[in-house]
């Protein structure tokens, strides 16, 4: 069975950092794309960054320069290392892995994605 799981998530304050990882299990993960979504409240879930299995990696234009995805592929681990949060990036957010897409900018459509997270709380206070 396929279970992803999120953790780091938590308050900080405007200009903060937190490292969200996401372990992956049930199967390996070595070969997938990896990516982090978030939903805020009254909104959709929107694409934040994604990795290729080849460690290509991809982010909204909201986050450029701010986070930065990384994957462990012996471990199955993705990383979303956030800095200087602001408070538009409270939301809660989730890890995802799905088949590899031909074309790059596939890797911010949910409908890449066949795996999910639960979800983990990111709250950055002003």
């Known amino acids: 069975q396929v279970q992803m799981v999120e953790s780091g998530g938590g308050l900080v304050q405007t200009g903060g950092s937190l490292k969200l990882s996401c372990a992956a299990s049930?199967?390996?993960?070595?070969?997938?794309?990896m990516g982090w979504f978030r939903q805020a409240p009254g909104k959709e879930r929107e694409f934040v960054s994604g990795?290729?299995?080849?460690?290509?990696?991809y982010y909204a234009d909201s986050v450029k320069g701010r986070f930065t995805i990384s994957r462990d592929s012996v471990n199955d681990t993705v990383y979303l290392q956030m800095n200087n949060l602001k408070p538009e990036d409270s939301a809660v957010y989730y890890c995802?892995?799905?088949?590899?897409?031909?074309?790059?900018?596939?890797?911010?459509?949910?409908?890449?994605?066949?795996?999910w997270g639960q979800g983990t709380q990111v709250t950055v206070s002003s």
């Open positions: 990795i290729s299995e080849g460690g290509r990696t």
């Open positions: 049930g199967r390996t993960f070595s070969n997938y794309a």
């Open positions: 995802a892995a799905g088949y590899s897409p031909y074309y790059s900018e596939f890797y911010s459509y949910k409908t890449t994605y066949n795996y």
